[in-house]
């Protein structure tokens, strides 16, 4: 392997020059932030140019596959808990204070697994299946505001460190790893996904997403490769995350679901995929023939069917519909074809209740789900962790926010990786379905950055 040196340049296309260049500008605040080593626990969060910083812990709710654990202020409480990881997660955030808070974190893929009754034998004790916590700090700027920076919270200590951290203007510029094999495991994975045609050939189900994953040689510098990352890619929301003892940072393509302060409950589904980025009349050839494409409108088309019905199951009386269909949307290295489903939460219903209809998205688990998410434990040969998981916040006001986490690297106890996957229907190929994986891999492989000298240790590691 060799690296690769990726210039900030490269990303600033003379037309939409200013853009960029305030994104960089607030990326480099995020660099600046995390190095300032005052932080233990932080999820960074971007919404289309509006940004939050939260840090600090003032509470938090840990479940597992068997206890919820509850801090609050220093005192911690551990309950056992049974029947919907949601409604679990529920009443663990009304035991906080009943002043107004604010909290982040993530769910796992796991938790659907708890949700749905599905072969959860083979998870331990210590299966993290959620991770949420309140934040002692939090620090936010964007449009909304003029792009002021409001810091709340914090000792005056703190918030010094802080503004004299947020006048940093350039962080310098870093190779990339550029090399990493994103072809690794195809002989595996194709054999993989012939086995899941013939189930959905068989009817046990009518489709699926299976994953693979792409180990990283060495560790990686989230925030330089989430900086690298967001600069090449066009996510629906961006995070980046250090938080219930995992990091990560990611492009993501979708939202899993959101509630609004008018109970408006929304969710994204994208399925259909084709390359992006490769060349404009390259770019536009895929998206005609992504349109057209019988296999590619199918899966489409079964993907808002059962979001629509998700999201209708708890939508007041004729609310749920939906207002965007099949429209194409670019995500980095990729473009999907992309709807909107809408409603309006029935009364009595809580945000996790909404949650819990439509997690995990129909597009990174399949259809049905439960049969879809047994399909998923069965065939894939590790658990899935944050990977098709969702990055949440949530407020003691009723709104929720989920974005679906994919397009992402991860890393614990020192491995970090990559995963990616693609939805298989009776349609597919095995061929196809790996290029697809490789496709959607090309929206963050190319952007890692080494902790450490990548002329040392990346060096080093790679001759392994």
Same mark, same amino acid.
């Given at each position: 392997m060799s690296s690769t040196t990726v210039g900030i340049k490269e990303f600033i296309g003379s037309a939409r020059s200013a853009e960029r260049e305030l994104l960089d500008r607030d990326l480099v605040r995020v660099i600046a932030l995390v190095e300032t080593g005052l932080f233990d626990d932080y999820v960074v969060y971007e919404n289309r140019g509006k940004w939050v910083f939260a840090t600090g812990i003032t509470g938090s709710v840990a479940l597992t596959s068997e206890s919820v654990t509850t801090t609050w202020e220093g005192q911690v409480s551990v309950s056992t808990w049974s029947g919907?990881?949601?409604?679990?997660?529920?009443?663990?955030?009304?035991?906080?204070?009943?002043?107004?808070?604010?909290?982040?974190?993530?769910?796992?893929?796991?938790?659907?697994?708890?949700?749905?009754?599905?072969?959860?034998?083979?998870?331990?004790?210590?299966?993290?299946?959620?991770?949420?916590?309140?934040?002692?700090?939090?620090?936010?700027?964007?449009?909304?505001?003029?792009?002021?920076?409001?810091?709340?919270?914090?000792?005056?200590?703190?918030?010094?460190?802080?503004?004299?951290?947020?006048?940093?203007?350039?962080?310098?510029?870093?190779?990339?790893?550029?090399?990493?094999?994103?072809?690794?495991?195809?002989?595996?994975?194709?054999?993989?996904?012939?086995?899941?045609?013939?189930?959905?050939?068989?009817?046990?189900?009518?489709?699926?997403?299976?994953?693979?994953?792409?180990?990283?040689?060495?560790? %990686? =510098?989230?925030? !330089?490769?989430?900086?690298?990352?967001? $600069? /090449?890619? &066009?996510? @629906?929301?961006?995070?980046?995350?250090d938080a219930g003892g995992i990091e990560a940072a990611g492009?993501?393509?979708?939202?899993?679901?959101? %509630? =609004?302060?008018? !109970?408006?409950?929304?969710?994204?589904? $994208? /399925?259909? &995929?084709? @390359?992006?980025?490769?060349?404009?009349?390259?770019?536009?050839?895929?998206?005609?023939?992504?349109?057209?494409?019988?296999?590619?409108?199918?899966?489409?088309?079964?993907?808002?069917?059962?979001?629509?019905?998700?999201?209708?199951?708890?939508?007041?009386?004729?609310?749920?519909?939906?207002?965007?269909?099949?429209?194409?949307?670019?995500?980095?290295?990729?473009?999907?074809?992309?709807?909107?489903?809408?409603?309006?939460?029935?009364?009595?219903?809580?945000?996790w209740d909404a949650f819990a209809a439509v997690f995990p998205a129909v597009t990174a688990s399949g259809i049905p789900k439960r049969e879809s998410i047994d399909a998923i434990v069965r065939l894939e040969d590790s658990e899935r962790a944050l990977y098709s998981g969702a990055v949440v916040r949530t407020s003691s006001d009723g709104t929720l926010e989920a974005a679906l986490v994919l397009r992402a690297v991860y890393q614990q106890q020192g491995h970090a990786w990559l995963r990616a996957g693609a939805g298989i229907v009776a349609q597919s190929t095995p061929d196809r379905e790996f290029d697809e994986t490789c496709e959607k891999l090309t929206s963050v492989a190319p952007y890692l950055v080494c902790r450490s000298d990548p002329r040392d240790t990346c060096a080093r590691d790679s001759e392994r």
């Amino acid at each position: 392997m060799s690296s690769t040196t990726v210039g900030i340049k490269e990303f600033i296309g003379s037309a939409r020059s200013a853009e960029r260049e305030l994104l960089d500008r607030d990326l480099v605040r995020v660099i600046a932030l995390v190095e300032t080593g005052l932080f233990d626990d932080y999820v960074v969060y971007e919404n289309r140019g509006k940004w939050v910083f939260a840090t600090g812990i003032t509470g938090s709710v840990a479940l597992t596959s068997e206890s919820v654990t509850t801090t609050w202020e220093g005192q911690v409480s551990v309950s056992t808990w049974s029947g919907s990881p949601a409604t679990a997660l529920q009443r663990a955030c009304e035991a906080f204070s009943t002043t107004r808070w604010n909290a982040f974190g993530w769910v796992g893929f796991e938790f659907a697994a708890y949700t749905h009754g599905v072969r959860t034998g083979r998870f331990d004790g210590d299966t993290t299946l959620a991770y949420l916590f309140v934040p002692r700090i939090e620090i936010t700027w964007g449009h909304s505001d003029g792009n002021d920076v409001v810091v709340t919270g914090g000792t005056a200590t703190e918030r010094a460190a802080i503004f004299d951290a947020l006048r940093a203007d350039s962080v310098d510029d870093v190779p990339s790893f550029g090399d990493l094999d994103i072809f690794e495991d195809s002989e595996r994975y194709r054999a993989r996904t012939a086995e899941a045609i013939d189930e959905i050939c068989r009817g046990e189900y009518a489709k699926v997403i299976l994953s693979r994953t792409i180990p990283i040689p060495f560790e %990686v =510098d989230l925030p !330089r490769t989430y900086r690298l990352g967001r $600069l /090449a890619n &066009t996510p @629906a929301r961006s995070f980046l995350l250090d938080a219930g003892g995992i990091e990560a940072a990611g492009f993501s393509p979708e939202l899993v679901v959101s %509630v =609004d302060d008018r !109970r408006m409950v929304s969710a994204e589904p $994208l /399925a259909g &995929t084709r @390359a992006f980025g490769v060349g404009a009349e390259e770019d536009s050839a895929a998206r005609n023939d992504l349109e057209k494409d019988p296999k590619e409108i199918a899966e489409h088309a079964v993907s808002v069917r059962a979001a629509f019905h998700e999201v209708a199951s708890v939508s007041e009386d004729d609310s749920a519909m939906v207002t965007d269909f099949m429209s194409v949307r670019e995500r980095g290295s990729v473009q999907h074809l992309a709807s909107t489903v809408r409603g309006r939460l029935r009364a009595g219903m809580s945000p996790w209740d909404a949650f819990a209809a439509v997690f995990p998205a129909v597009t990174a688990s399949g259809i049905p789900k439960r049969e879809s998410i047994d399909a998923i434990v069965r065939l894939e040969d590790s658990e899935r962790a944050l990977y098709s998981g969702a990055v949440v916040r949530t407020s003691s006001d009723g709104t929720l926010e989920a974005a679906l986490v994919l397009r992402a690297v991860y890393q614990q106890q020192g491995h970090a990786w990559l995963r990616a996957g693609a939805g298989i229907v009776a349609q597919s190929t095995p061929d196809r379905e790996f290029d697809e994986t490789c496709e959607k891999l090309t929206s963050v492989a190319p952007y890692l950055v080494c902790r450490s000298d990548p002329r040392d240790t990346c060096a080093r590691d790679s001759e392994r």
